[in-house]
């Protein structure tokens, strides 16, 4: 799988929007962009995946650059609940339950007051 | 989304006992399940894959006869410390892909060794 890149940690103002990039420059054309979050004590939550596209859900958008070597999370209105560790994760997708997922140190999201 | 479920949520144990942790796929069925473990400040690290009717897969530097794995059905998967010692206390999730592939995680199960 291709290797990530993030930043540590970010802070947001509650009511913000969230934005968190993520740089996959080795990506190959066959992977897909998956981002999850951990909140504290939790298991990992899925938010969203794209290919090339750009994607929303009741979650998040998903921004990806038309060369696919980088991508940006949206979270438009953050709220505390949104404090988390958020993933970028880079794997090949659609179909095949053999591929697990590799986990990077990910985004330390602080959402503050 | 999916829903895969883990029990216990957590527990506590004398070192030298065993401990199962259950992980259930509530609204699917997965043929492989994955089990991870989570020091803390760290990020997850996978310890094995779980294959239903088959042999786990293990990681490199995880040792198959002390992390037992069974994956009894199409819904279910269980990981067995066996003679579990301080250093084995962390925080072990479990896994499963839905039918689109995308993977959906437990809620987690925090073993503390005394």
């Known amino acids: 799988d291709a290797k990530t890149t993030q930043p540590t940690s970010m802070d947001c103002a509650e009511g913000r929007a969230a934005n968190l990039p993520c740089n996959h420059s080795?990506?190959?054309?066959?992977?897909?962009v998956y981002w999850y979050r951990q909140i504290h004590s939790q298991g990992p939550q899925y938010i969203i995946h794209?290919?090339?596209n750009n994607e929303t859900n009741e979650m998040a958008s998903l921004i990806i650059t038309e060369d696919r070597k980088s991508s940006t999370l949206i979270l438009p209105h953050a709220t505390l609940r949104d404090t988390a560790v958020y993933y970028c994760?880079?794997?090949?997708?659609?179909?095949?339950?053999?591929?697990?997922?590799?986990f990077g140190g990910g985004t330390r999201l602080m959402v503050k007051p | 989304g999916a829903v895969v479920s883990q029990h216990p949520s957590w527990v506590i144990c004398k070192s030298g006992t065993s401990v199962k942790i259950e992980c259930r796929s509530l609204?699917?069925?997965?043929?492989?399940m994955f089990w991870y473990r989570q020091f803390p400040k760290q990020s997850l690290m996978l310890m094995a894959t779980?294959?239903?009717?088959?042999?786990?897969?293990?990681e490199q530097g995880v040792e198959k006869d002390k992390f037992l794995i069974n994956h009894a059905s199409l819904t279910l998967s269980t990981l067995t410390v066996t003679s579990a010692h301080p250093e084995d206390s962390s925080f072990y999730i479990c896994?499963?892909?839905?039918?689109?592939?995308?993977?959906?995680f437990g809620p987690g199960t925090r073993l503390t060794v005394l």
């Open positions: 794209g290919l090339k």
């Open positions: 896994s499963a892909p839905d039918t689109v592939d995308t993977q959906y």
């Open positions: 779980s294959n239903e009717g088959s042999k786990a897969t293990y």
């Open positions: 609204d699917f069925q997965a043929t492989t």
């Open positions: 080795t990506i190959s054309g066959n992977e897909y």
């Open positions: 994760i880079v794997r090949v997708g659609g179909g095949n339950a053999g591929n697990m997922l590799t």
